[in-house]
């Protein structure tokens, strides 16, 4: 049987003209949610991150994901990142919200939507840190000097093809890990 994710809630924001929607979502995820209910979760952020403009907040409880590295212990923690990625979110707490764990976490679609993210101490007896953000419109966009592909509007069939006649056997015959990966990533931006 199908299990839905027990505490979530999304609204749609309506934008002016010309601005744009914004997609909004709160959802607590419990330590203990089985993998059916995960899975229709995934389901969820999945087609909301397919609007033009996504906030996603809440606590998702996933303690062991390292955010730095993209990496993570447990299964479901993995899964849980490969959804992050697969739909092409940013992450954008930096701190830890709960006894030195990252649990509360604000994801987004579009780079420069969510800023000026603080922590503002617990509410009450709560042992969770409080979250205060902005959602930046068209009166401050925030400009990134990081360079990002848009895998949106990827041909993945030509860059399988394009990828597929380098000969990787002697490009990187004789290569250190470094040396190989700069190679590899050289291949990737250039396809």
Known sequence: M?????????VRIKGRAGAGDIIAGVCYRPPDQGDGADEALYRQIGA???????????????PDICWRDNTAEHKQSRKFLECVNDNFLLQVIEDPTRRGAMLDLILTNKEGLVGDVKLKGSLGCSDHEMVEFGILRAARRARSKLTTLDFRRADFGLFRDLLGRIPWDKALEGRGAQDSWLIFKGHLLQA
Not at 2 to 10: A, G, R
Not at 48 to 62: E, K
């Open 2 to 10: 199908d299990e839905e994710p027990k505490e979530s809630l999304w």
């Open 48 to 62: 909301a991150s397919r609007s033009q403009a996504l906030v996603l907040m809440g606590d998702f409880n996933h």
